[in-house]
């Protein structure tokens, strides 16, 4: 299994981005996906979570309205648009899914992809 972000950068408060998570290994369509978010001296914190079985959605409360998970099965792929950006969005961005192996759930992680916002 791989997770791969992408999509980071940096911008201007009020900006946008769109992040990006290229999934594999697994049966993509099957599993939730999630993305956290980690700014420096603090925990990692979720951001928002798209279930695979009824395709609700979960934001936290300081991206509701601003930020939209989606996904894109053909491709294997995630998405996190972010819109009205602000600096204390600053963070590295990681995308996450649960994949059942045998009786266990499995965490997987990417890597990460930074994004800072300017004020």
């Known amino acids: 299994v791989q997770l791969v972000e992408s999509g980071g950068g940096l911008v201007q408060a009020g900006g946008s981005l769109r992040l990006s998570c290229q999934f594999s290994?697994?049966?993509?369509?099957?599993?939730?996906i999630g993305w956290f978010r980690q700014a420096p001296g603090k925990e990692r914190e979720g951001v928002s979570c798209l279930m695979s079985s009824d395709g609700s959605t979960y934001y936290a409360h300081s991206v509701k309205g601003r930020f939209t998970i989606s996904r894109d099965n053909p491709k294997n792929l995630a998405y996190l648009q972010m819109d009205g950006l602000k600096p204390e969005d600053t963070g590295l961005y990681s995308c996450?899914?649960?994949?059942?192996?045998?009786?266990?759930?499995?965490?997987?992680w990417g890597l990460g992809t930074q994004v800072t916002v300017s004020s």
């Open positions: 290994g697994f049966t993509f369509d099957e599993y939730g």
């Open positions: 996450h899914t649960k994949v059942a192996r045998g009786w266990n759930l499995i965490d997987y």
